[in-house]
């Protein structure tokens, strides 16, 4: 086992882990963060798609499934469940995903989010075809694309409009009982036991 430490969600954990763990199997069985999904496993489909810190602490888009825990040990991570306000509010990307109808299974939503956050950081005014490029590495089996690509356009104009960037806005932990740390869900989802608690 290695000891890493991990900042997700603006939230420091501690933990050991089994040197080959996959961080989207770390981020989901370990710390509850079931909103980075499984798809494919290979680092084909893109649903699995985190921000990480690099060096720098620049954060970039990462498929998780293709990244290992230990690799992240030091590092900070944004999960879709990072990227809503202190309130609760959507990020302008989420909101705009919902606005322009941007998914259908919503399987793909959470990767494809990410990866337009991580785009919209480098470019702020994307051409359709510079979102098009942005996103080709996350698949949707159900929308064509085009409204996924309305939507990024409308979070640009946004994010340019409010004189923003696309950083993830602060986390917000959820208070009160029955919540894991900072993930919302339900305890019965994720025994207290195998969830490494926040470093104080």
Request: proline share 7%.
């Amino acid at each position: 086992m290695t000891r890493v430490s991990i900042k997700v969600d603006g939230v420091e954990y501690e933990d050991d882990v089994e040197p080959r763990t996959l961080l989207v199997h770390h981020l989901r069985e370990r710390l509850g963060k079931v909103g980075t999904v499984v798809g494919c496993d290979t680092s084909n489909c893109g649903a699995c798609t985190v921000l990480m810190s690099d060096a720098d602490g620049h954060q970039q888009g990462v498929k998780s499934c293709a990244v290992l825990a230990v690799q992240a040990d030091d590092r900070e991570i944004t999960t879709i469940e990072g990227l809503s306000g202190p309130d609760n509010t959507l990020h302008p990307v989420q909101r705009a995903f919902h606005e322009a109808h941007g998914l259908q299974c919503g399987f793909c939503t959470p990767g494809m989010i990410m990866a337009a956050v991580d785009l919209l950081e480098e470019n702020s005014d994307p051409s359709e075809q510079e979102i098009r490029e942005g996103l080709e590495g996350n698949l949707c089996r159900c929308t064509g694309y085009q409204n996924i690509v309305r939507a990024v356009r409308a979070a640009s104009e946004e994010i340019r409009r409010s004189g923003g960037d696309a950083e993830p806005a602060a986390p917000s932990p959820l208070a009160g009982e029955g919540h894991t740390p900072d993930s919302g869900l339900p305890r019965q989802s994720v025994p207290d036991e195998t969830i490494p608690q926040p470093v104080p």
